[in-house]
């Protein structure tokens, strides 16, 4: 059988793109958010707390595309490549299920309540 490799050009800094991810995460969540907290649409709280998942998530995800990318140019690197794409993706279902289970502990506590103060 015949191993098919893809040319990828030469393997990039995965920690590089990571960085590059989260910031351009950041710059594109953080506006988006900003807007909405501007509109009142949600909390400045909840802008915040949403760029940094985005933040995050935007990390994890670019990250894990450059190494999947590298992977793909690699001979025999189909399998790591596979790896690569699912560690990323359980990255982001973590984020989900953290931010999820957080929100129940601290948000939904009925002797625990949570006040905004609004600095303008």
């Known amino acids: 059988m015949k191993e098919i490799t893809i040319d990828t050009g030469t393997p ?16 594109i969540s953080g506006a988006i ?3 909405k907290a501007q509109a009142r649409q949600i909390t400045k709280k909840e802008a915040i707390k949403d760029t940094i998942k985005r933040t995050s998530q ?3 995800t670019t990250g894990c595309a450059i190494a999947t990318a590298n992977y793909l140019g690699q001979k025999g ?8 794409a699912s560690i ?3 990255g982001i ?3 989900e299920v953290i931010e ?3 929100d129940q ?3 939904t506590n009925e002797n625990f309540t949570v006040e905004e103060e609004d600095y303008e």
Not at 13 to 27: E, P, Q, T
Not at 77 to 84: D, E, N, P, S
């Open 93 to 95: 279902y973590a984020i």
């Open 77 to 84: 690197g189909f399998f790591k490549a596979i790896t690569a």
């Open 58 to 60: 935007g990390a994890i």
């Open 33 to 35: 958010n900003y807007k």
């Open 12 to 27: 990039r800094n995965v920690l590089g793109h990571v960085i590059s991810g989260a910031v351009a995460s950041a710059v």
């Open 100 to 102: 999820e289970k957080l």
């Open 105 to 107: 502990k601290y948000l």
């Open 88 to 90: 990323g993706m359980m």
